[in-house]
């Protein structure tokens, strides 16, 4: 059975979404960064890099979003979560997963985690009113150049799908304006409506307030 790490409000949610769109059998372990679990020993020995996501399976363990959704889509060819048997399509997918993780993502960081480039106070000041103008100038490259259909890649619901959706949660908070990207919106929405996305929110959501109840 695989098992995914997650946190709430974190990437970790595409993994998570992928894995119910897939219909995988798979386990949930909460890292609890009010605790700061990721910085654990228990959690460092399944992911040193001290973050979330990591996916344990049968052949061992997987970090890194875009190799994770990957997999799950290799491992389940028939949820069709990935153009396979196309060499060029299923590039063309890995490159919009790598722009998220690798722009898009990295310029939304610069809002909370400015520590993990610098420790001088001015210069994280200076990347957070940053922000807005760097994440904002990602969704209009999504807006104008990525987005072809009703989903990412065109008529066809990819991995891509749960990737940009996770991260476009994060927008608003981002300070940039939704209503400048209708496009990004609308996938949004039609996200909120398939059942694995609300599924795996609710896991997450409850989950995290099983953990807070219990006081542990």
């Given amino acids: 059975m695989l098992e995914l790490y997650y946190a709430p409000h974190t990437c970790s949610l595409v993994t998570h979404i992928a894995l119910e769109e897939a219909g995988a059998d798979f386990e949930l372990h909460l890292v609890d960064f009010a605790k700061d679990e990721q910085r654990g020993q228990r959690y460092l020995a399944i992911n040193p890099k001290a973050r979330v996501p990591a996916l344990v399976t049968a052949e061992g363990i997987l970090t890194e979003t875009p190799a994770m959704v990957i997999f799950v889509a290799q491992t389940y060819p028939e949820a069709k979560l990935a153009p396979l048997e196309s060499p060029y399509e299923l590039a ?14 990295v310029a939304h960081a610069h809002r909370m985690r400015g520590h993990r480039w610098t420790d001088e106070e001015t210069a994280i000041e200076a990347m957070q009113r940053f922000v807005p103008r760097s994440v904002a100038d990602c969704y209009e490259y999504i807006e104008d150049h990525i987005i072809t259909g009703p989903w990412v890649m065109g008529s066809s619901y990819t991995v891509a799908d749960p990737y940009l959706f996770t991260i476009a949660q994060w927008r608003e908070d981002d300070g940039v304006n939704p209503n400048q990207f209708p496009k990004v919106i609308g996938h949004r929405n039609r996200m909120l409506e398939r059942p694995a996305v609300a599924k795996a929110i609710a896991d997450e959501v409850g989950s995290t307030r099983a953990v807070n109840s219990d006081g542990s």
């Fill in 92 to 105: 063309r997918v890995q490159a919009v997963n790598s722009y998220l993780c690798s722009s898009l993502q």
